[in-house]
């Protein structure tokens, strides 16, 4: 027989043509091919490469052989067509309604992206062709997850059964509604060329949607809540109080609970064997076990290399300095003076004019004026300087006072033969030549006011200085041949340029140009001395990089050995065996690779030893435990590669990481990964030796004894808890006293908490006032809404509604009764104080307040409340229509998924 070979060379142009068509087919079909289905794909493929093998086994050559070739070719496509049909793929879920495999999970979610597809494709039409923004948010119809594909599975179901149909009108009217009526017959055209779909396609996709949607809308359960239940809700958030409470916590009655029989303790046991705790009620256990993990880990301590390293020397202290002092050791005083914010920077005397910030000159409208207080005796006032009262008296009495007016240093270089405006208004005791009956007037109620700070009514905003040494400061004299004013006659008389201002120097005119004081910069070196303690931080700086140095240096070795060993103990064990379908192959291998696992740990430990490097092995903990435990440092330590971040995002501690990944019936192998403590610097490189899923455990496994005998007591002792409460409480009440302190106390002394009379005797304490619900203070994310939440009340353990009804509904102004902690692990006895609004009048005034809220507006944090209680009943609703269709979902095909 001719080489095919030969035959092909022969007929390249015959056989080509099916050749490419056959090409073209596989990568059409496979185009729309993934993972979950290649396996579905696998029987065309088949059926293709079998019409190759017809033509070849023929033996017919040219166009008969071609023919024969693609005869067979068309055959094998049709039955790989056909065989998805044959063979619908593995279950994702199975229901009493029928099962949803691989390929009715992909149809309907094609069928839910055709419609998605359609539907933005045609609200945008319909918004280019209006012209106008759009009035809502674009519809659509959810993402095609396998839950959202199995609940649609689900409402489907309930459709048929309420007989919903949907024919081409309903969906059309859905169109025009999702459109705002814009949509025009081009703009339906270009939508439906966008989904490169046929028309009756993506009606039966709409059509298929809107069943769903529609036995939704019939069954799901409505939330309008009635205005009894927003009355409740607001009352919550606004009717406040504080309370009285003794306390009585259950632990002080343990020792009151009878031991228990093992017939009682495996009864308890079967009762919440399945639940986790609290699963069951508020307080109640819980002995399913929640997913646990074990850790083998070695530990380079940073406090041991810190004592093995070398301390620096001398030398090495001097050397880094030098290295360093521009970018460590730089004088933060330094070069002060130099900078461009306190260069010229000039500080009003508190003696001086007004603060003027912003270079109004004090003609603004006098909000930031700021003037200064009487002069103190024995500090007498400096001459030529203008109090900033007199500033403010210049700028509401003086005419000429105006953006053109001039300064307080512009005012010196006046004529002397004019009197200058600002001259006019100075002087708080005797008046000099130019000034006005109206500034005696001021000066006289400035000396009747001593007492009294000159400071006016407004913010203040400036700087103030204090004298080093006030008591060595001498007056400055005015040379106006008359003796210096006493402090009764106004210690901030200030004479006129007239009289004085030839006989001043320059420099005494600028300081006296309005009242400033200069900043002088100190002479400061550039550097830090290199003293004894700075010596010590280098020290200290240099043995600790060492420090660290030597535990990268350790951890790195580690995790080289450590993947070496899993390389040789694991090497002769079979991983794929683990999961075979053959018991004794597969239990075969699982002694192996327990084996095996034990050597590792084995020689990880002796490397430890030889390297002085701690090694630990944890037990099998939960999340919390390895998170909490202060056994495990290694918990809360860090991938090192993320310390960088100096945000601390995506800073995955290690217990965050070991719980992240499931692998589907334990651990297989043993990844070596490396962490640090952030806190004191220590390495760690591990194993996670272990990992068990959640599940209900057996009565005799070890520590499910001690677990349910530590419940037993604790649920027994809360019972015990609650009675006394209640007694204290009602012994309280038929005393009839006013406080709660009285009405606990008895001729014999005051109760105490389990009625022992040489027991711990209860306290009474008050709350601060609270209410039931309060507005959240953690910072939200997004559009920022305001949220209400519990409030708890200060100073009491973690309380829920049990509580809250009773110190709010139960229970009135005054009254006294009992009440549990939301764990029941304490009780308290409670007196309702000083509840607001507690009479008619007030109680009027709320409900008005109420009649004017707007619950439903997006921004009101009730809205977020009756939202959440929204989600929460259709979660519920969900649960319930799983729970009739009795689903079961094939975990490893939805991983899959």
């Known amino acids: ?21 056959l090409s073209m087919f596989a990568f059409v079909v496979f185009g729309f091919s993934d993972p979950s289905t290649i396996g579905n794909m696998m029987p065309l493929v088949a059926a293709l490469m079998l019409g190759a093998a017809l033509w070849f086994l023929s ?19 049709s039955i790989g067509i056909f065989m998805p049909y044959l063979n619908p793929g593995q279950v994702v879920a199975s229901t009493n309604a029928g099962s949803l495999t691989f390929n009715e999970m992909d149809r309907l979610g094609r069928q839910r992206s055709l419609a998605n597809a359609f539907l933005i494709s045609a609200q945008r039409q319909a918004i280019e062709e209006s012209g106008e923004e759009p009035r809502t948010r674009m519809q659509q119809f959810g993402e095609p997850t396998p839950d959202a594909m199995l609940n649609h599975f689900l409402l489907t179901k309930e459709a048929e059964r309420l007989g919903i149909q949907v024919d081409d009108r309903a969906v059309l009217d859905f169109i025009k509604e999702a459109t705002q009526n814009d949509l025009t017959s081009d703009g339906y055209r270009k939508a439906l060329k966008a989904t490169r779909a046929a028309e009756s396609e993506v009606f039966d996709a709409l ?4 069943r769903a949607r529609w036995a939704a809308y019939v069954l799901s359960p409505s939330v309008s809540p009635t205005p009894g239940e927003l009355w409740t809700l607001f009352k919550r958030a606004n009717v406040r109080e504080s309370l009285a409470i003794a306390e009585l916590p259950a632990a002080a009655f343990r020792d009151d609970v009878p031991e228990p029989t093992e017939e009682e303790l495996r009864q308890f046991f079967e009762q919440y064997r399945a639940a986790r705790p609290g699963q069951l009620g508020p307080g109640e256990p819980g002995f399913r076990q929640d997913r646990k993990v074990q850790l083998v880990y070695l530990e380079a301590d940073y406090l041991t290399a810190l004592d093995q390293v070398e301390a620096p020397t001398e030398k090495e202290v001097k050397a880094f300095y030098e290295e360093n002092k521009e970018t460590l050791f730089r004088n933060p005083a330094f070069g002060r003076e130099e900078s461009d914010l306190l260069k010229d920077l000039t500080i009003p005397s508190l003696d001086g004019p007004a603060f003027d910030p ?3 000159g004090g003609t603004g409208s006098g909000s930031d004026t700021v003037t200064a207080p009487p002069a103190e005796a024995g500090r007498p006032a400096e001459a030529e300087e203008q109090t900033g009262q007199d500033a403010a008296e210049e700028s509401t009495e003086t005419p000429e006072s105006s953006e053109g007016a001039p300064s307080s240093s512009e005012s010196d270089e006046t004529d002397s033969g004019e009197a200058d405006p600002s001259d006019a208004a100075s002087g708080d005791g005797e008046s000099g030549d130019g000034e006005s009956p109206e500034a005696d007037e001021e000066a006289g109620d400035a000396e009747e006011s001593d007492a009294q700070s000159s400071l006016p009514l407004q913010s203040f905003n400036g700087f103030a200085f204090l004298q080093d040494d006030p008591d060595s400061a001498e007056p400055l004299e005015a040379d106006t041949g008359e003796e210096p004013a006493s402090a009764d006659e106004g210690s901030d008389e200030n004479t006129s340029d007239e009289e004085s201002g030839d006989e001043k120097s320059d420099e005494e005119k600028g300081d006296e140009s309005g009242s400033e004081m200069k900043i002088e910069p100190k002479d400061v070196p550039k550097f830090r001395e290199l003293n004894e303690e700075l010596r010590e931080e280098i020290r200290k700086s240099l043995k600790r990089e060492r420090a660290f140095e030597v535990l990268d240096e350790k951890i790195e070795a580690a995790e080289k050995q450590m993947k070496a060993i899993t390389d040789n103990t694991f090497a002769d064990v079979s991983i794929g065996e683990l999961d075979a379908e053959d018991p004794d192959v597969k239990a075969a291998a699982k002694e192996a690779w327990d084996q095996a696992a034990r050597e590792a740990v084995r020689k990880l430990r002796e490397y430890a030893t030889e390297q002085n490097l701690n090694f630990a092995t944890t037990k099998l903990v939960t999340f919390r435990d390895l998170v909490e435990s202060e056994e495990y440092p290694i918990g809360l330590a860090v991938d090192p590669q993320s310390q960088s971040d100096p945000f601390g995002r995506n800073l995955n501690n290690v217990a965050t990481q070991v719980f992240q990944d499931r692998p589907d019936g334990g651990v297989r192998i043993l990844i070596t990964q490396v962490a640090e403590d952030p806190t004191e610097g220590s390495r760690f490189a591990f194993w996670k030796l272990d990992d068990r899923d959640a599940y209900v455990p057996d009565y005799d496994e070890e520590g499910i004894v001690e677990q349910v005998t530590e419940a037993w007591y604790a649920v027994k002792s809360s019972e015990l808890a609650r009675e006394r409460a209640e007694a204290v409480a009602e012994a309280a009440r038929e005393s009839g006293k006013e406080s709660l302190e009285e009405a606990l106390a008895t001729d014999s002394g005051p109760m105490t908490v389990t009625g022992d009379k040489e027991g711990e005797a209860l306290t009474v304490r008050t709350t601060p006032p609270f209410t039931w619900l309060r507005q959240s203070t953690a910072p939200t994310f997004g559009l920022n809404l305001p949220v209400l939440e519990p409030s708890q009340v200060p100073g009491l353990e973690p309380v829920g509604p049990d509580f809250m009804d009773t110190v709010f509904e139960e229970l009135g102004d005054g ?13 308290y006895v409670v007196k309702v104080l000083d509840r607001s609004p507690n ?5 009027e005034a709320l409900r008005q307040e109420f009649m004017n809220e707007n619950f439903f507006q997006f921004m009101s944090p009730y809205a977020g409340i009756l939202r959440s209680e929204r989600q929460n009943l259709m979660v519920r609703w969900q649960a319930d229509l799983a729970e009739k269709y009795d689903v079961q979902w ?4 939805r991983q899959q998924r």
């Open 815 to 827: 009254e006294i009764g009992s009440a549990p902690s939301l764990d029941r692990s304490t009780y």
């Open 358 to 360: 912003f270079g109004t």
């Open 59 to 77: 033996g017919k050559s040219g166009w008969e052989g071609a023919a024969i070739g693609t005869v067979g070719a068309i055959l094998g496509a």
């Open 1 to 21: 027989m001719s080489s095919p070979f030969d035959i092909f060379r022969k007929n390249t142009k015959t056989l080509m043509v099916p050749l490419i068509g």
């Open 890 to 893: 094939n975990e490893a095909a």
């Open 207 to 210: 059509r298929s949607e809107l």
């Open 839 to 843: 009479n008619a009048g007030d109680m």
